[in-house]
């Protein structure tokens, strides 16, 4: 007999709980809440109506904002984005990771994907379980993700997100021995670069400035908590949003912000640009060269001792109805108007709202590397079929979920 059939057969009367009946009594509080939650959604945005008017009259008045007058724009447009999962098993962690990129709206068929043809990677492999082994899984993802955008040949390339969360993510992964990183994590790594690139681990430098250095690279961020203009033109407008929401609530039509090197506030400089770093504890005989390379990597787009980063960024509204997007971009691109309204009127042109409120290729490319889970179902599945599998069946159990 189940252990459950008792309570399954159990009479109503004797079934008589005193605890709730979940989920509905849950659903039911929450749906109680609703209001108060409109109502403080509500008051949010209300009461900036007037900040947002002065804080755009005085960008307006400093020459901040600019209408674009761009009339042509590039077919030549692509997207990357990548997906990891550490499966973790009863016995050990499968990793897996992509990087993706996929085209634009275009009817040009003439660009290729460089040299190599490398519009995707993916690497996979076996570990112990191990604290760090998600650490690894994402900085490989990332440096995927920057090697496929920079050995494109399209125009321009959409990096999904911003330049600084490779370098977070890579960092991590590099400085995981706080976490347990051993000889097998370390091995890992190497095997990575060396299946993947035919590199080792000290190339991981060219791999970022391959990335960082590409005026042909840009990174939209569909979600930013930034308030650098705010905190650095507009503290005396009591505007209480975040840039991004800022401008979309602000900018008309084809409007955008003129582009500002980052970290244009105190706050901003020292929270995120001139903190920035890549540091390597890993044991391995090469990481205090390593080290050297990975901060001169990333020199570019500190502002570390006053000086003003190299990454630019700008805000533009391609449509009334619809958002403001943040976007980056080289110093070479923000600097020359011509070339920077170029891009943003091809992302313009990328961009079907409202029924897609990203550019085409960033959402179909979200879309690619959300099929990560299908590709991991796959992996497991293969491994517990496989006939070259020699797993007697009291371990057998080792290659399920750790948990139901």
């Known amino acids: 007999m ?12 004797q079934n008589n709980r005193s605890y709730a009946h979940l989920p509905d009594e849950l659903l039911g509080k929450i749906l109680e809440n609703v209001p108060h939650t409109v109502n403080k959604m509500n008051s949010l945005f209300d009461i900036q109506d007037e900040p947002i008017a002065k804080g755009m009259e005085k960008l307006r008045t400093g020459d901040k904002i600019k209408k674009l007058s761009a ?9 990357v ?6 499966e973790k098993m009863a016995g050990a962690d499968v990793l897996l990771a992509v990087a993706v990129g996929v085209e634009g709206l275009s009817e040009d068929k003439g660009t290729e994907w460089g040299s190599e043809k490398n519009q995707y990677y993916q690497w996979q492999t076996v570990l112990p379980h191990g604290e760090a082994n998600a650490r690894l899984i994402q900085g490989v993802m990332f440096l ?7 050995n494109d040949d399209h125009e321009i390339r959409i990096m999904d997100g911003t330049h600084f969360t490779p370098i977070l993510k890579i960092n991590s992964m590099l400085s995981a021995k706080e976490e347990g990183a051993g000889a097998e994590y370390t091995n890992a790594l190497r095997d990575f670069l060396r299946e993947t690139y035919s590199k080792i681990i000290p190339d991981i430098p060219q791999i970022i400035t391959a990335a960082q250095n590409n005026e042909h690279i840009i990174a939209l961020a569909k979600y930013s908590s930034s308030t650098d203009v705010i905190d650095a033109f507009l503290n005396d407008c009591d505007i209480k949003l975040d840039d991004k929401t800022f401008f979309s609530l602000g900018l008309q039509e084809d409007e955008y912000f003129v582009p500002h090197s980052a970290g244009q506030s105190p706050q901003e400089r020292e929270r995120i640009w001139n903190e ?7 044991d391995i005989p090469e990481r205090e060269e390593l080290n050297y390379a990975l901060a001169a990597a990333i020199e570019p787009i500190r502002t570390k001792g006053g000086k003003k980063s190299e990454l630019y960024y700008t805000y533009y509204r391609p449509f009334m109805d619809g958002p403001a997007y943040r976007i980056e971009l080289k110093k070479s691109v923000a600097e020359d108007q011509s070339k920077l309204e170029r891009y943003l009127f091809s992302l313009k042109n990328q961009i079907v709202f ?34 070259d599998l020699k797993i007697d069946q009291g371990k057998f159990n080792l290659l399920f979920s750790y948990r139901t």
């Open 144 to 150: 995927m993700e920057l090697s496929v955008l920079a």
């Open 2 to 13: 189940s252990k459950l059939e008792p309570f399954i057969n159990m009479p109503p009367e």
């Open 71 to 79: 009339t042509e724009a590039s077919n030549s447009v692509i997207a």
């Open 81 to 86: 984005d990548g997906g990891n999962i550490p």
């Open 354 to 387: 409202p029924e897609i409120r990203e550019p085409y290729p960033q959402y179909l490319v979200d879309l690619m590397a959300k099929s990560i889970s299908t590709g991991m179902f796959a992996i497991v599945d293969a491994i517990r079929l496989s006939p």
């Open 276 to 282: 920035l770093h890549i540091i390597c504890n890993l």
